[in-house]
């Protein structure tokens, strides 16, 4: 497969230029509005088209999104052929030769660039695939040129037990003796069961009172303060989703009951019987939260350290529909952008952003950073996806008198890393004035 994938890459960057299908439309202002209105983007865009929209005036639009042929096909399917069958797009780098201006029909063309692999990535092993576009006035001057390179690989199996960070593989077993349970520790309160006769108290939880034998229950919150009463320390054999050595306690609560839980915070040297401990709610994951121990005296850890947001950063909430209206807004009719239940068959969290709008969002934050500036290229490494629900939060910080280095930062990670080159002036309205 190696071979034959170099081979016929070697052929395909030999070819060189091929014509691309005809952009559609001319460089129109109707396109331009739907572009800068979902994007959010303030710029006077009324003689200009913005930069870093050039790839939408070469889409093709719904109905002809299937046809549409990429130069690296080929590759692309071989390599899918031999079970590198995941993608993702890891760089687009799209260089400015000058502004398009409402008007102007455009053509553009492609031509392989090639393959670089097989590498060793953490999505797994895999072959990086580079093409490029470029885009052409009526006179056969070029007005832009966009590298894009995906990584194609081989997915890695699944393990069986999900890793830490998944979801926790022992799961509580509730039932109506037990829901009020469940619900306390939801609400931040651990919740010991009351005969509602007698008044005893008991846990775990059961359906009768074993001192006056009434079936009649209710409960009081614990104050979450008690004592090792007898302890473990666990070595082996492993449990999934648990790192050892833990502690595993009986606590006497100060209520006088018993609870079996871990205790945290501290060597499992230093637990010992009549230890003072105190309640804490561990979060397992994204739906199962335990009720825990630490050391009474363990100091609280600080109150989540939420980055301050930069009072220049540009926050985007990724609402559905911004990410529908700006998907369509760039003409790409790819589902994962648009239709939640197909993006989810596929693996995804949710519809995410995508990359012709990613451009844009850079664009719109440099030049929010370097007014009346005229940008250059913009050369994007991707990283997380960017999913409906969250927000995606922009900054730029220059670099160098010609450059800014703008990121993307969602909850997950970074979504996108970026070098802008710009030059001082020659924005929208001078570069038309200039000509
Ligand atoms: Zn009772």
Redesign the pocket.
């Known amino acids: 497969m190696h071979d034959e994938l170099t081979a016929l890459a070697e052929r395909l960057a030999a070819a060189g230029e091929r014509p691309g299908a005809p952009c559609p439309d001319p460089v129109n202002a109707a396109m331009i509005r739907n572009w800068t209105q979902a994007l959010g983007d303030p710029g006077d865009w009324s003689r200009c088209a913005p930069p870093a929209m050039i790839q939408v005036w070469s889409m093709q639009g719904l109905a002809a999104a299937d046809a549409a042929g990429s130069v690296a096909d080929g590759p692309l399917r071989l390599l899918n052929e031999h079970g590198y069958t995941g993608v993702v797009a890891t760089n687009c780098e799209q260089t400015y030769d000058r502004y398009v201006r409402v008007g102007e029909r455009l053509r553009s063309s492609m031509r392989f660039g090639g393959v670089a692999g097989p590498k060793k990535t953490a999505m797994g092993e895999g072959y990086f695939v580079t093409w490029y576009q470029s885009w052409y006035d009526a006179a056969g001057e070029r007005v832009a040129e966009m590298l894009f390179r995906v990584l194609k690989f081989k997915p890695r199996a699944r393990r069986a037990a999900p890793s830490a960070g998944g979801r926790y593989p022992l799961r509580p077993a509730i039932g109506p003796d037990t829901r009020f349970f469940w619900d306390g520790v939801d609400a931040g309160e651990l919740r010991v069961q009351r ?1 509602a ?4 108290l008991r846990h775990p939880p059961g359906p009768m ?1 074993p ?4 079936v009649k229950r209710d409960f009081v919150v614990a104050s979450g303060r008690g004592t090792v009463h007898s302890y473990v320390v666990h070595h082996h054999p492993p449990v999934p989703g648990r790192t050892p050595p833990y502690v595993v306690a009986v606590v006497e609560l100060a209520e006088g009951v018993r609870i079996v839980g871990n205790v945290n915070g501290c060597d499992p040297a230093d637990v010992t019987v009549g230890m003072p401990v105190r309640l804490v709610f561990e979060r397992m994951d994204d739906e199962l939260t335990l009720p825990q121990w630490v050391p009474a005296d363990l100091p609280d850890p600080d109150p989540d350290p939420a980055p301050e947001p930069r009072a220049d950063a540009l926050a985007v909430p990724l609402t559905p529909t911004f990410v529908i209206a700006t998907a369509l807004a760039t003409r790409d009719f790819t589902p994962v952008h648009h239709d939640t239940a197909l993006a989810r068959a596929q693996g995804s969290k949710d519809i995410f952003l995508n990359i012709l709008t990613t451009m844009g969002l850079v664009q719109r934050c440099a030049l929010a950073a370097a007014p009346g500036a005229a940008l250059r290229s913009i050369a994007v490494r991707l990283g997380v996806p960017a999913y409906a629900g969250d927000t995606l939060t922009l900054t730029a910080d220059r670099t160098g008198p010609d450059t800014l280095a703008v990121r993307g930062a969602v909850s997950l990670g970074d979504h996108v890393t970026a070098t802008v080159h710009l030059t001082a002036s020659g924005g929208p309205t001078d570069e038309e004035d200039a000509r």
Do not use: M, R
């Open positions: 005969c006769d007698c008044g005893t009172c001192a006056c034998h009434s």
